[in-house]
């Protein structure tokens, strides 16, 4: 019994507030199915099934807090869950920092969940994992891969009277198709809520294209190239940007969005016109829980990057209080405004550049700059008058998101990408940026 | 590398956790009863007959109790103190030559056999798709055996008060020297773990392991400029002995432009001086890009040493397993079979071993049975092995496993995982001072900073903490906006010096990130300081908006 329905979970959620003696109370009761199937080297390696519940109990006396959490739900592990949080909070040093537990909220519902995901059974992974394999062995190809799903609940309730329940389903496939002699290699990535808008085969057939197109990679030399980013390699780059948004980091001096003199660069024209980020619980491509599963503050649908100005900053309780203003939910997704174009128009649009599949271990080198490093992968060519001319090296960059994108030329259609570093479900366009620092060139197929 | 931070291993996928633990939260004074061994092993056997039963032909049984508490300080506050607990088993099994895997925080002897027989038939599911059967190395049975990380002071008996304290004294000491924000944290493990199979092995391990990290960051509001320094310290396989630092395991860097430490680390005075290095890097001299001879501390050297040896020369990487993910390897079959593929120049020797006294990866037994040992991997410059399991060594023509296997927790699969893979000392006698006055232009880099390699581990790029250059034999003023690229075989190639075995140490990873779904290990890299000749230093200095 790993999912549990609202009406049960709101009566542990009662009983753990009513047990409970200190001066406030949070509780959070969540669990999971995942479902698996990993493969490599044109065979699966490993498939499993993991199941996992937890109650969660965050209490508080004074400015002292406890948390404790246990897997039961029985009257006997509540009430122990419950005196273990009690205890630690007595153990705990006062924070000068701590907030209260929110006010009542309202969660207006999002379309977090759907039945044919939640139906995903071994054969529906074996299957996925078949196509590709199947595929391969006729190409002469090698694939690995990973596909998982999950079907969740979580549930949230405090002493104040908070209480919110949903369900969620999800699923991501990941892979990477070699040629035999290792000359070629291309990568694909679908995430999606709802099972039925997932085709492995039209996946697979993705990275099998791409492997087979990439052989015969020729070397040209690192710069500055106008270059098509597809969404899997700038989602990543835009999501580390995102942790500049906090405001009490910008206002201590300590972010990207930071101004000469203490001031922040809220209000700024920082990117392109073109950019529009936003994050909405709501929207039907990526839907998110409807509130923050930290703080408990309801979730709204925010502008962050409006036609290019910094329009929003992320404001903890504690931040919100001392600066006057109202505190905010971490964004649970990102949303970036494209066009109709499909990625082959842009190809088609662009005189001589660079198209790149994915980019690849990326990692901060500056926090000032938020210039960022990191490689592409699995799938990188030449463009020239429109079209793939032919294969080329990967190349290590050193780039600031920032500058992508302001240096924006054009945007296609947004797909759904899953974060892999980064924790955001994305709605991201592939675009076309000019003058993108390649810095190395990588021998890396 | 280091694909998740601490804080989020473990917790639930659905995100409902109100904290971030990594495992189940727990009471403090329920941290030092250890189960019962004898409970253990009833458990075990009731796991191992379920699934023979069934019909396999091998089964291994992990019971695990994963201890867990960090402390997180900012400035003079402490923000979080959270005390976790995981604990199930984990059952592998061998079943008509394929494995199957299953896990359960059941721990009656119901939920154990069920989790037997469930394995069981998931290896029996695995069958019809495998290509060849897994071949084990043999392993002859350990019998009842017990293995403890050495420790002097255990972390669960220290008061928490005691450790809040030193952690705010050390973000004090960073403030007053100048840092305008301070973070330090304590990660403290215990890992209690049964493995036993049916080779008979029945083997109780207690491993325990801490790091204490911080960050101190200046601010100049006027010109709008920020830089943080880390600190030096690594991560230990040892008890909270560690954090009372003695004189003698303090040594200077070369020019004495820092403080370092081996065996015991003073947080405080490292704190002190983070804060007023942070500082100094708001007016350091901007690097001119170019060719440099890098001398690299070990406390920076361990990270190059983790991307650009230690991944590569994972077996199970080198034949394409983790081609979906974190990716393949350079160092192929046939660079290994031809006996003189010169990864690295004659100087460079690195050797894997999981008995290094303080090593994190210092255990009696892998996770396969496997009792921990040293072996070459690249000797005199030429690739001469790899890290291989059980079920790998037969690829590479060994008799027995190199007892690389590791899960994270009982509830993972235990799949095969990097030693700690280190650069032995230089033979001849050399002091980091002595390799300075042989530089005429060269860049001195201690402590780790950003790093990013590809997928076969050719192109890499690496950061730092703190940068001095070198002119005409002699250290002189701090650098920043710091970055070197290179090739792997390129870079080991132009090591012309190594320091001798007095200034061997060890830096370390709390969360080497790695398989589909992800786990983290723990690893630790020792080396001397290192001279390498020609590398490309890039200037990474950018303005925005």
New interface residues.
Partial sequence: MTILNQEQTKRICERVLALSKADECIVSVGGSREGNIRFARNAVSTAGLAENTAVTVQVAFGKRQGTASINEYDDKSLEKVVRRAEDLARLAPENPEFMPAVAKQAYKESATFSAKTAAIDPEFRAQAAAYAIEACRKNKLVAAGFFTDSTAFSTVANSNGVFGHQQQTGLDFTCTVRTEDGRGSGWVKRSALDASRFDAREAADVAIEKALRSVDAKAIEPGRYTVILEPAATSELIGFMMSGFDARQTDEGRSFLSKKGGASRLGDKLFDQQVNIWTDPWNPDVPVLPWDAQSLIARERVDIIKDGKVNALDYSQYWAKKKGVKPTATPGNLIMAGTNKSTAELIANTKKGILVTRTWYIRLVDPQSVLLTGLTRDGTFYIENGKIKYPIKNFRFNESPVTMLNNIEEIGKPVIIGGDEVAYQMAIPPMKVRDFNFTSLSDAV | ?E??TFLNVGS????????P?FG??????ELLAPMAVTAKKALADVAMNAATKAGASYCDVRIGRYLNQYIITRDL???N???TESAGVGVRVICNGA?G???T?DMSADGIAGAARQAVA?AK??AR???EPVQLAPVKGAGEVAWATPVVKDWRAVP??DK?ELLIAANKAGMDAGA??MQSMLFQVNQQKYFASTDGSYIDQDLQRLWAPLSA?A??????????RSGLSTPVGMGYEYLDARAQDKIKAAGGVATLYTKSYDIVEDARAAGRDAKRKLTAKSVAPGKYDLMLSPEHLFLTIHESVGHPTELDRV???????A??S?ATLDKWQSKNFKYGSPLVNIVADKTTPGSLGNVGYDDEGVKCKRWDIIKDGILVNYQATRDQAHIIGEKESHGCSYADSW?N?QFQRMPNVSLQAGKKALSPDEMVKDIKKGIYIVGDG??????????F?F?GQLFYEINNGKIGQMLE?V?Y?S?TQDFWNACTAICDERDWRMGGSFFDGKG??PQISIVSHGSSTARFNGI?V?N??????
């Fill in positions: 590398m694909r998740r639930l996928a659905f995100g409902s956790l109100l904290v633990v189940r939260a727990i009471a403090a004074e506050n402490v923000e103190v959270t005390n494995y895997f299953a896990a925080s998931i599911a695995n798709l495998q290509s928490i008060k809040a305008n924000f960051t601010v100049d509001k006027a010109s709008g400029k920020f830089r943080s034949l394409g397993y983790e081609a979906n993910y990716g393949t350079f509830s699969v950003s790093f990013s390699i590809d997928q076969q581990r050719y192109n790029q950061g906006d970055a690229q090739n589909q779904p490309n890039i990474t200095a950018r303005k925005i908006g």
